[in-house]
């Protein structure tokens, strides 16, 4: 390491241009600024250095930049400073950049946790919709940020970004397939969510120190009391998809995958992701095993979906496939269907309420089941729920909604018996009285 030159100028523009390069490596140092030199090399060229001690006592030396008209003589004399008041600060400006260089990004961290057992244990649908968030919100928004820098406020930005569709795109993803992204706050609150799970297992990996996510908050997604609530609903939802399978404005495929969503209250990535393999139409159930669904990894069990006769002759009559085919594929060679985009016409032109999705189709039947008097038991085992209680809010919600009805009907009586009574009131009235009144 070269030692400090005694005899030192201030390293102006027209100082380093003067200097010319010997046979060896050269260093001249700055007066002003203690360590702020500059290189040259036998071959001419010059770049800017900064030299020091760290607490320890060890030299060392760092370099700025090459000298060049991107990098003037009082551009790089600012570094210098800059570096030279950490080193004051007690701090240990080479070591604390290659301990940043060393440093996991949030991309790091995420494709850890796509290689990691906990990943691996979540069903194949899981996994698909895992990976739509990381690779389309995540990766765009957080991706390239160092993991153990990140902060609340950053991820309060990715969630806004997210949301107001700045990772909208038109991404392909098999041969003839299309996935748009919209974004939105509900895609904003899922990744975030997902987020914080991987974050979460960062940690407990010994990967990160802490987990900045947790301490966002991303609001929750509502009671989801939008329900399909009456046989009128029910008939014009199945007349437009009737209407416009035949008109040909959606495929069959998609016609009969939301009939079937409504008839079983599956979640929309179980019909989707239905292969030929899970379905058994002899005993008229789709079986999922315990690795291929949501809850399978917690409960080790299969999710089984029970068929009434029209769901069984739906599923009957999509074109025959081999056992890991879809059984519902919109166009050959076209791979899993998408849902949502058709959703949003049939549920528009059939004038059912703007916000049930998907998933309210699933929320009617179980809300249904509840009102027809099933246990929190049954709804439990007809919708895969993990937990009773889960299962036991729609015999809550049924009973809240009774007693708002009640007490709305029995507001209209009591007005009519209010009525009845002030006139009978006023009857008893002499005459002069009432006039009076």
């Known amino acids: 390491m070269p030692k400090l030159s005694k005899t030192q100028v201030k390293l102006t523009k027209r100082q380093v241009a003067k200097v010319a390069p010997g046979d060896v490596v050269g260093y001249f140092w700055d007066s002003e600024i203690k360590g702020f030199g500059l290189r040259v090399s036998p071959a001419g060229g010059k770049s800017y250095v900064f030299q020091y001690r760290n607490a320890e006592g060890v030299s060392k030396r760092m370099t700025l930049g090459k000298s060049s008209a991107t990098l003037t003589t009082e551009q790089a004399r600012a570094k210098a400073k800059k ?68 902060t609340p406020e ?66 929750s997604d509502g009671e989801r009391d939008t329900i399909i609530s009456s046989t009128d609903e029910y008939r014009r939802l199945f007349t437009v998809l009737d209407r416009m399978e035949n008109e040909r404005r959606i495929t069959s495929a998609h016609a009969d995958a939301i009939r079937l969503i409504a008839l079983t209250g599956a979640r929309r990535g179980e019909i989707a992701g239905c292969l030929w393999r899970h379905v058994d139409l002899e005993k008229g159930v789709i079986a999922f095993p315990f690795t291929e669904h949501k809850t399978g990894r917690r409960t080790r069990k299969p999710r089984i979906i029970g068929l009434p006769e029209v769901a069984q002759a739906i ?102 018996m209010n009525t009845r009574k002030k006139s009978a009131r006023t009857a008893r009235l002499p005459e002069r009285a009432r006039a009076s009144k």
Do not use: C
Not at 90 to 110: C, F, H, M, W, Y
Not at 174 to 203: C, D, F, Q, S, Y
Not at 394 to 414: F, G, K, M, P, T
């Open 83 to 150: 570096e030279r008041r950490k080193v004051e600060d007690g701090r240990d400006p080479l070591a604390e950049k290659q301990a940043k260089r060393d440093s996991l990004t949030v991309n790091d961290i995420l494709d850890r946790y796509l290689e990691s057992e906990k990943f691996k244990g979540k069903a194949t649908s899981t996994k698909a919709i895992d990976i739509g968030r990381i690779n389309r919100h995540l990766r765009p928004t957080l991706g390239k940020k160092f993991a153990d820098s990140l």
């Open 154 to 219: 950053s991820v309060r930005r990715a969630f806004g970004q997210i949301r107001d569709g700045k990772t909208a795109a038109t991404v392909k993803t098999k041969a003839r397939g299309l996935a748009r992204v919209r974004g939105g706050e509900g895609a904003a609150r899922m990744a975030i969510r997902l987020l914080k799970a991987v974050m979460t297992w960062a940690k407990s990996e010994g990967l990160i120190t802490s987990n900045p996510a947790a301490e966002v908050s991303v609001g």
């Open 315 to 416: 599923i009957a009559r999509q074109p025959d496939g081999g056992p890991n085919d879809f059984v519902f594929v919109a166009q050959r060679g076209s791979g899993q269907i998408t849902l949502s985009g058709v959703w949003r016409k049939v549920r528009t032109e059939a004038e059912l309420p703007d916000d049930i999705g998907l998933h309210g189709l699933r929320h009617s039947l179980a809300s249904h089941m509840a009102m027809s008097g099933a246990a929190a038991a049954e709804i439990m085992t007809a919708l895969g729920h993990r937990q009773l209680s889960t299962a036991q809010k729609y015999i809550h919600w049924i009973q809240d909604a009774r007693v708002e009805l009640a007490e709305r009907s029995s507001s209209h009586i009591s007005a009519a």
